[in-house]
């Protein structure tokens, strides 16, 4: 099987790695980079806990190829904090305990990120639309809703001028990513009636760890250490 050369940048570390084309940028993340905090349930495309940034933008990383990411610029959810200090959403989904299991997490948080970015003063109902397409099977969604509200407040007050992403900006790699732009899914607004089965996701993901226990880890080449 040919191998395709990936070099992209994750949360300000470049990173280097030899992929086979059928590889998932899912998988490339959590394998090959070792960042496990990007999370597979349903791995295609539903349940959003894979939600990451890609170029400014929130997209699914199981949905997306590897080879489809070379060149990008990327946040996962190990981005977000500063050393201990939490980014402002996820201080607000602590106060406002929208998690249990946590499975969910990572990918409400980085949707939720975008979201805010692009409505700063969100209504409740422009919250729920906007996080229709990240499913939690614990919370009710109720304390969820009330952490993005809080996290609203928090960010608008211009305490924290410093935590949204860049809004997507055009690169050779967007570019190529757009000539594909019906296999790419935009995180938000996935069906209201796509209600996967969770339980199936559950144990997909289960035997996805148990392989990824055999997978050697962390096998891309980190070029560059993190700012700060
Ligand atoms: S794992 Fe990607 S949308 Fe469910
Ligand atoms: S907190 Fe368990 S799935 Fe959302």
């Known amino acids: 099987m040919a191998l395709h050369d990936v070099r992209l940048r994750i949360n300000g570390t470049e990173y280097t790695g030899r992929v086979e084309a059928r590889k998932t940028l899912a998988d490339f993340i959590r394998e090959d980079c070792g960042l496990t905090g990007t999370h597979l349930g349903c791995e295609h495309g539903v349940c959003g806990?894979?939600?990451?940034?890609?170029?400014?933008?929130?997209?699914?990383s199981c949905l997306l190829f590897a080879v489809q990411a070379d060149g990008a610029e990327?946040?996962?959810v190990e981005g977000l904090a500063d050393g201990d200090r939490l980014h402002p959403i996820q201080q607000a989904y602590w106060?406002?305990?929208?998690?249990?299991?946590?499975?969910?997490?990572?990918?409400?948080?980085?949707?939720?990120?975008?979201?805010?970015?692009?409505?700063?003063?969100?209504?409740?109902?422009?919250?729920?639309?906007?996080?229709?397409?990240?499913?939690?099977?614990?919370?009710?969604?109720?304390?969820?809703?009330?952490a993005v509200a809080a996290a609203a407040e928090a960010l608008a007050s211009g305490a924290h001028p410093d935590f949204f992403p860049a809004p997507?900006?055009?690169?050779?790699?967007?570019?190529?990513?757009?000539?594909?732009?019906?296999?790419?899914?935009?995180?938000?607004?996935?069906?209201?009636?796509?209600?996967?089965?969770?339980?199936?996701?559950?144990?997909?993901?289960?035997?996805?760890?148990?392989?990824?226990?055999?997978?050697?880890?962390?096998?891309?080449?980190?070029?560059?250490?993190?700012?700060?």
């Open 49 to 60: 806990a894979c939600t990451i940034l890609m170029n400014g933008e929130a997209v699914r």
């Open 74 to 76: 990327l946040m996962t």
């Open 95 to 146: 106060e406002h305990h929208a998690l249990q299991c946590g499975f969910c997490t990572p990918g409400f948080l980085m949707t939720s990120l975008v979201f805010l970015r692009d409505h700063p003063h969100p209504t409740e109902r422009e919250i729920r639309e906007g996080l229709a397409g990240n499913l939690c099977r614990c919370t009710g969604y109720q304390n969820i809703v009330a």
């Open 168 to 228: 997507a900006r055009p690169t050779a790699s967007v570019e190529q990513i757009e000539a594909t732009e019906d296999a790419v899914p935009a995180a938000h607004g996935a069906p209201a009636d796509m209600q996967g089965d969770g339980a199936t996701g559950a144990k997909k993901a289960g035997r996805r760890g148990a392989r990824g226990a055999t997978t050697p880890r962390g096998t891309a080449r980190r070029t560059r250490k993190p700012k700060g």
